[in-house]
């Protein structure tokens, strides 16, 4: 497990030292080291992972040798999505000093605070996730169902376990349309060659909006959610004492800060804003645990907690590797050109407008049938141009990655729904029936985005 922790750890570093200093002469160290990773990833991965890892091989693979690609370029078609891996390493990071500053703590005090309604609970534990998940990633998820926990018993719900589940993964998936933490904004970005703050404004107000309609549904759907139903909760403990107001006003001025770093040095080193956000997420956590009083902490935390998460990674670096193989085949071969080609033809043949409302639902399908929602948006982004189809770029990219949001809040093998499954040990397809009304609502506000707004 070590071993194959501290590669990982060298194809991380490959990639950012190589992208940092533009120095092509380690593309094929960086292409030996992501070859080895898949092998090494492959013995620790589940069957449904070796399956779409062999079929992206061999797809791949396939594809090089029917257009007589040389040989010696085969090896050269590896280590297309390390960037993606980089980001997902390290991001985690940012929860450390979530943990160590007690905010935790501070979010179950004010969701245990005199609350007069479950509608009320409801907009207070989406807004809240919300917050958390503009910067923590999937961190959020545990931290939001842990805090709700001691709480939704004093409140009338038909089914808290599911008030929990959907509050927590809809309030945490919504910032994944902006954060430039996010893996999705950065897959599109590096596909489409999209500047982030041009997209910025109409992605945040989406994401608000969207918060909005989960308040609107919740308030429709529920019988009981406009009753009086807060009765005094528990005595607080010795950390309730502190107030929240100041430690969650510190993770907003957090998110703040942490937007300015990385949007300053994009503009100032344009080496692409995925690699900008691996390079200043520990920086920035460290800075924030030593604000704190935590640094010994977070060297402790972070030390303790590296080898074992990359560990953990066996899927991604298995699928996400491959799966660049398969993409820089599709270039090799031109095989890109011709997925491109039928492509068009739908859109001739339905239109632009039905052609951009169709993208979101064939992401869903392909996540249904077992693909992340980061492979398949990436895929989808390598063979869609825009330039071709007649689409702008800013309006295809925000269709991708609101597409992207839909696949985390219903596909059934996504690891929002699989991480609240290992929490609630309910199966993803009930969670993905539970969100469902919520995601309609999104749904019709992310099409009226790409129609009437970009």
Request: with cysteine.
């Amino acid at each position: 497990m070590r071993g194959r922790a501290w590669l990982y750890v060298l194809v991380i570093i490959c990639y950012v030292i190589g992208k940092l200093g533009q120095l092509a002469a380690l593309a094929p160290m960086l292409s030996t080291l992501s070859l080895m990773a898949i092998i090494i990833s492959l013995p620790a991965v589940g069957s449904v992972t070796r399956v779409l890892t062999a079929l992206f091989l061999g797809g791949g693979t396939f594809m090089l040798y029917w257009k007589n690609v040389p040989w010696s370029q085969y090896l050269g078609a590896f280590g297309e999505m390390a960037y993606l891996l980089a980001l997902i390493a390290v991001v985690p990071i940012l929860s450390t000093p979530v943990k160590l500053g007690g905010y935790g703590g501070a979010i179950q005090t004010t969701l245990r605070g005199r609350i007069a309604s479950v509608w009320g609970l409801n907009c207070l534990a989406t807004t809240l996730a919300f917050v958390c998940g503009s910067f923590m990633s999937l961190a959020a998820v545990p931290i939001m169902i842990s805090s709700l926990g001691p709480v939704v018993g004093s409140y009338r719900l038909r089914n808290p376990v599911r008030f929990m589940a959907v509050a927590a993964a809809y309030g945490y998936v919504l910032p994944i349309l902006w954060t430039p933490v996010s893996g999705v904004v950065g897959v599109v970005l590096h596909s489409l060659h999209v500047d982030w703050l041009s997209l910025f404004p109409i992605l945040f107000v989406l994401s608000v909006a969207a918060l909005c309609s989960n308040w609107a549904i919740f308030y429709l759907l529920e019988p009981w959610g406009k009753e009086q139903a807060a009765p005094i909760t528990a005595e607080p403990t010795q950390r309730d004492t502190v107030s929240p107001v100041s430690r969650l006003l510190q993770m907003l001025l957090a998110i703040v800060l942490l937007v300015i770093a990385i949007v300053f040095l994009e503009e100032w080193l344009r080496i692409g804003l995925v690699t900008v956000v691996t390079l200043v997420t520990v920086p920035f956590a460290l800075a924030w645990s030593a604000a704190l009083g935590q640094t010994v902490g977070f060297l402790k935390e972070t030390g303790s907690q590296l080898v074992p998460g990359l560990s953990r990674m066996s899927s991604q670096f298995a699928i996400f590797l491959s799966a660049g193989y398969f993409v820089k085949a599709m270039h090799l071969s031109g095989a890109d050109h011709t997925a491109n080609i039928m492509f068009l033809s739908l859109h001739d043949a339905v239109g632009t407008q039905l052609f951009l409302i169709l993208i979101p639902i064939m992401a869903l399908i392909v996540s249904f049938l077992g693909l992340h929602p980061l492979v398949a948006i990436a895929l989808l982004g390598e063979s869609l141009k825009p330039e071709v189809l007649g689409i702008n770029p800013t309006q295809l990219a925000i269709t991708l990655i609101g597409s992207s949001v839909l696949t985390y809040m219903l596909g059934p093998f996504s690891g929002t729904l699989a991480l609240v499954q290992s929490i609630n040990q309910v199966s993803t397809f009930r969670l993905s029936l539970w969100n469902a009304p919520y995601a309609a609502g999104y749904f019709v506000l992310l099409v009226m985005t790409v129609l009437y707004v970009t």
